[in-house]
């Protein structure tokens, strides 16, 4: 399984981004897709979730202004992104848990500008 995350960029404080993560290779249906994220000197931490049922999970501090969703015919995930904060600058990753086992992807940049 192999994950091709694509959206990054640099916004200001208050703007809109949209990443999205599609996965090829062999991926059962059972499964939960994510967004992760680690910002530099601290750990990576998860942001949002969603089941293949649909699902979803986030985290606290961005509730509100995140929206997971996925797209199961096209084993893609999305993650849009509003009211964006300097504290949201991190290198996002999507994740896919399935068949017991964690994939990564490369990662994509976000920054926030003040």
């Known amino acids: 399984v192999q994950l091709q995350a694509s959206g990054g960029g640099l916004v200001q404080a208050g703007g809109s981004l949209r990443l999205s993560c599609s996965a090829s290779?062999?991926?059962?249906?059972?499964?939960?897709m994510a967004w992760y994220r680690q910002a530099p000197g601290k750990q990576r931490e998860l942001v949002a979730i969603?089941?293949?049922?649909?699902?979803?999970n986030y985290a606290d501090s961005v509730k509100g202004r995140f929206i997971i969703s996925r797209d199961n015919a096209k084993n893609t995930v999305y993650l849009q992104m509003d009211s964006l904060k300097p504290e949201d600058t991190a290198v996002y990753y999507c994740?896919?848990?399935?068949?017991?086992?964690?994939?990564w992807g490369l990662g994509t940049q976000v920054t926030v500008s003040s």
């Open positions: 969603v089941s293949s049922g649909g699902g979803k």
């Open positions: 994740n896919v848990f399935w068949g017991a086992l964690n994939y």
């Open positions: 290779g062999s991926i059962g249906l059972n499964n939960l």
